[in-house]
Each structure stands twice: as structure tokens, then as C-alpha cells.
Nanobody, 117 residues
Framework: VQLQASGGGLVQAGDFLRLSCARS????????MGWFRQAPGKEREFVAA???????FYSASVKGRFTISRDNAKNTVDLEMKSLKPEDTAVYYC????????????WGQGTQVTVSS
């Protein structure tokens, strides 16, 4: 399983940004997909996840502002981020895990999101 994230950049507070992740490898529908992020000097943290059936889960810090979605036909997962805040600045990682696993076993290379105030 390989993950390729894209879409990061420099935006202003309150702006919108969409991250995309393309997944290659084994059957996409057998994997949950998600996003983590890591800000400078901080630990990596969970952002959002989506299961093959479409169920989603968000961290409290992004719920209501971020939306995760997936396209099983295209093997992609998107993270739409609105009302961005400076504290959303981080490297964002696309992740995947098999539906029978409890750990996020596959990580992409990360894409930088910087939100200026």
C-alpha cells in the first residue's frame, strides 16, 4: 500500500484548503483511511478517519470545520478544511489501515499546511 498526499500550501486564517491522497495497492475498500498531523514541536495527532462504508470520525479540534471523504472507485481520500486557524499549521499525513487491524500501518510522506494569521 502506497499513499501520496497533495494539496498543502500557505493560506490565511479563515481560508479553505483541500488535501488529497491517492492510494495504490490492495483493495481500497478493505482499508480505513485517515489523516494525522504534526505541528512543530508537538506530537503527531489524529485528525479524521473514514471507513469503507462511509462512517467518519473527527478530532474535537477540527470537527465542524474539516470534512473527510473517499472515492472507492478512484482510490482517493480527501480532507476539506475550512475556517482554517493558525493552530492548524502542521505537516498532514495520509494514513491507511486494514479493516481488521487496530493500528494505522501505512503512512504517506506528508504535506505541509501553513495558516498565517
Amino acid at each position: 500500500v502506497q499513499l501520496q498526499a497533495s494539496g498543502g500550501g500557505l493560506v490565511q486564517a479563515g481560508d479553505f484548503l483541500r488535501l488529497s491522497c491517492a492510494r495504490s495497492g490492495r483493495t481500497f475498500s478493505n482499508y480505513a483511511m485517515g489523516w494525522f498531523r504534526q505541528a512543530p514541536g508537538k506530537e503527531r495527532e489524529f485528525v479524521a478517519a473514514i471507513w469503507s462504508g462511509g462512517s467518519t470520525f473527527y478530532s474535537a479540534s477540527v470537527k465542524g470545520r474539516f470534512t473527510i471523504s473517499r472515492d472507492n472507485a478512484k482510490n482517493t481520500v480527501d480532507l476539506e478544511m475550512k475556517s482554517l486557524k493558525p493552530e492548524d499549521t502542521a505537516v498532514y499525513y495520509c494514513v491507511a489501515r486494514h479493516k481488521d487491524r487496530s493500528s494505522w500501518d501505512y503512512w504517506g510522506q506528508g504535506t505541509q499546511v501553513t495558516v498565517s494569521s
